[in-house]
């Protein structure tokens, strides 16, 4: 069964600085991660998206991931934050791979990104 | 904005009531997803058409059910309502099984 652990709950940081937010997978089969960026009253935007191609994933609005096989991870990074990132972020899994496929998401608990002026 | 439609926005009712949730995917998407979204239960997939036929079933209530008409579009229907079925209500969808999600900009259901 596939699952995801999102490491921080709360991450705040100062506008300029770098974002570092942590997610965990778990899966039996090679995995389609994605992150997920939920603005508040709205709707999810898909940032990025791993499958199996580049291990270095770049996303919208400067952000990138990187998918670590050897540690389970897929941790989200920007290099300077910006007001406007300010949202809940989310880790997620694609429940695909063996029989029964369907790609259902599979989302971690979010973490909320704070950017301090 | 991501192509997917839902309506209504907003929607207010009663305990025990019922009611239908709509969802018109992209243009030329073939798998609908609804998920359900709550402060204590955060981010739940709840069911997945594909094409018109039922692919997979998650974390949804007997209470709850959906279909997927051949125009595409899909409904979710929630009856018998309880105070605890108040929560965000996203559709997705994917041009096909396995491929990236597109989600709506939701339904917030609040029962009283």
Known sequence: AQSVTQLD????VSEGTPVLLRCNY????????FWYVQHPNKGLQLLLKYTSAATLVKGINGFEAEFKK??????LTKPSAHMSDAAEYFCVVSASGGSGNTGKLIFGQGTTLQVKP | DSGVTQTPKHLITATGQRVTLRCS????????????????????????????????????????SAQQFPDLHSELNLSSLELGDSAL?????????????????GTRLTVT
């Open chain 1, 9 to 12: 709950s709360h991450v705040s």
């Open chain 1, 26 to 33: 778990s899966s039996s089969y090679s995995p389609s991660l």
């Open chain 2, 89 to 105: 209500y996203f559709c997705a969808s994917s041009v096909e099984i396995d491929y990236e999600q597109y989600f709506g900009p």
């Open chain 2, 25 to 64: 995917p992209r243009s030329g998407d073939l798998s609908v997803y609804w998920y359900q979204q709550s402060l204590d239960q955060g981010l739940q997939f709840l069911i997945q058409y594909y094409n018109g036929e039922e692919r997979a079933k998650g974390n949804i209530l007997e209470r709850f």
């Open chain 1, 70 to 75: 050897s540690e389970t991870s897929f941790h």
